[in-house]
């Protein structure tokens, strides 16, 4: 029987417990590890590099939209990501598709559906709902910022992540357990990799991403 390790990060203790559920009819041995926040998804990818799959939720403490997604493909290259969530149009399915994610699999969808869903992705497919209709990104400026965003480093998608929750430098390097002078430098290479001259700007670059998710 195939052997499996599944990363399940939602803070939803309710629906961690309805994906395990999903998994569990699956013909495979599971090794289940489950995350609440952004730090303990991260803390997971880390410490099981083998894991086949992440299970994760857009909308989680510690972490603004598709900020998390970003961090976790560019440090965990080879792990396959698929998204869970109650936003399903088609926008926030193909920005979550562009930017690495290996699957999209909707909350409201049936566990016979997500159990699918996931089965495709660890066959090394790409997964997206019935009637997703694909196409590409229709504002050209979205598609530009995308091909930015991608060349950032784990890091710098984390301390944009963090920017667009509010934080300030000081208290990002208190989080991530580095120097304010550290932070600064990201912030700086951030700008220059957006193309903007203020961290506001690029604040309100990075929710002309998450725009889907809130419309």
């Known amino acids: 029987m195939t052997a499996h390790t599944i990363?399940?990060?939602?803070?939803h203790p309710l629906f961690r417990g309805a994906l395990?559920?999903?998994?569990?009819?699956?013909d495979?041995?599971?090794?289940?590890?489950?995350a609440g926040d952004f730090e303990a998804a991260r803390r997971a990818a880390a410490s099981h590099p083998d894991a086949d799959l992440m299970l994760l939720d857009l909308a989680m403490p510690g972490v603004s939209g598709f900020s998390g997604l970003m961090a976790l493909r560019a440090e965990f290259a080879s792990l396959p990501i698929a998204i869970i969530s109650a936003t399903d149009d088609s926008t926030t399915i193909r920005r979550a598709l562009e930017l690495g994610a290996s699957g999209f699999i909707s909350k409201s969808s049936g566990i016979d559906e997500i159990r699918s869903g996931i089965q495709s992705v660890l066959e090394g497919d790409?997964?997206?709902?019935?009637?997703?209709?694909?196409g590409v990104e229709q504002d050209p400026d979205v598609a530009d910022l995308i091909?930015?965003?991608?060349?950032?480093?784990p890091q710098q998608?984390?301390?944009?992540?963090?920017?667009g929750e509010g934080l300030l430098n000081k208290q990002i390097a208190y989080e991530l357990g580095v120097s304010?002078?550290?932070?600064?430098?990201h912030v700086s290479a951030i700008l220059l990799?957006?193309?903007?001259?203020s961290r506001t700007q690029a604040v309100i670059q990075l929710g002309k991403i998450n725009m889907a998710m809130v419309a």
């Open 157 to 163: 998608s984390r301390v944009l992540g963090m920017l």
């Open 7 to 11: 990363i399940i990060a939602d803070d």
């Open 28 to 34: 495979a041995t599971l090794d289940i590890i489950e």
């Open 147 to 153: 091909n930015r965003l991608r060349t950032l480093t």
């Open 126 to 134: 790409i997964y997206a709902p019935d009637g997703y209709q694909g």
């Open 180 to 185: 304010e002078a550290t932070i600064k430098a």
């Open 20 to 26: 395990r559920q999903a998994v569990g009819g699956m």
């Open 193 to 197: 990799k957006l193309n903007v001259d």
